[in-house]
Nanobody
Framework: QVQLAESGGGLVQAGGSLRLSCAAS????????MGWFRQAPGKERQLVAA????????YYVDSVKGRFTISRDNAKNTVYLQMNSLKPDDTGVYYC??????????????????WGQGTLVSVSS
């Protein structure tokens, strides 16, 4: 089973940028669809962006379209989330997740195969 570890969170002012990374263990990273989820204080965890195993298909929640970009480097077993024009509403703990069934990433409440430990992003106004 793949294991995931996020990095790159921090404190940033509104309008700033951050790049999150999620490093995966194992030799079969490319068979996993990947997702970035956000849990804001007092709210449920929400899917922010997702990417297919090959990287050819991506999904974004409406609130981040045009500002966030998800990408992956299968040679490095890493998925990224480039976040630009950050807003205070983007504050939360960001988790990456993996599943061999791509549609599971998009399914609300799905029991995904692997989760990272999360990295905190704080955006000040």
């Amino acid at each position: 089973q793949v294991q995931l570890a996020e990095s790159g969170g921090g404190l940033v002012q509104a309008g700033g940028s951050l790049r999150l990374s999620c490093a995966a263990s194992g030799r079969t990273f490319s068979i996993y669809a990947m997702g970035w989820f956000r849990q804001a204080p007092g709210k449920e965890r929400q899917l922010v962006a997702a990417i297919s195993g090959s990287g050819g298909n991506t999904y974004y929640v409406d609130s981040v379209k045009g500002r966030f970009t998800i990408s992956r480097d299968n040679a490095k077993n890493t998925v990224y989330l480039q976040m630009n024009s950050l807003k205070p509403d983007d504050t939360g703990v960001y988790y990456c997740a993996a599943d061999r069934v791509g549609t599971n990433i998009l399914r609300l409440g799905a029991d995904l195969e692997a989760w990272g430990q999360g990295t905190l992003v704080s955006v000040s106004s």
